[in-house]
């Protein structure tokens, strides 16, 4: 059974940094990502690594401020986010698929930040 669980989220002012963290179990994918929804949007890409290669990419709003890795020994994809701004605000989700799908999603951690 596949489960991804996401935690690491929580309040923080502009400009802090957090870090999210996805527990991966049941199977490897290919393509291990982390999306955001904010209120009254639709859930939006903003990280993706591939799992072997370690490739990364990012979305416009948050490259060079975000970064993803996974830790094949805990068998976590983490999320480390600095210089977060108030627009970052969102319930972050962990998703694992291949490169034409994402399969799998995890239950989402909210990430608030304050002005």
């Known amino acids: 059974q596949v489960q991804l669980v996401e935690s690491g989220g929580g309040l923080v002012q502009a400009g802090g940094s957090l870090r999210l963290s996805c527990a991966a179990s049941g199977r490897t994918f290919d393509i291990y990502g982390w999306f955001r929804q904010a209120p009254g949007k639709e859930r939006e890409f903003e990280a993706g690594?591939?799992?072997?290669?370690?490739?990364?990419w990012y979305s416009d709003s948050v490259k060079g401020r975000f970064t993803i890795s996974r830790d094949n020994v805990k068998n976590t994809i983490d999320l480390q986010m600095n210089s977060l701004k108030p627009e970052d605000t969102a319930v972050y989700y962990c998703t694992a698929g291949s490169i034409t799908t994402y399969s799998y999603w995890g239950q989402g951690t909210q990430v608030t930040v304050s002005s």
């Open positions: 690594i591939h799992w072997n290669t370690r490739n990364t």
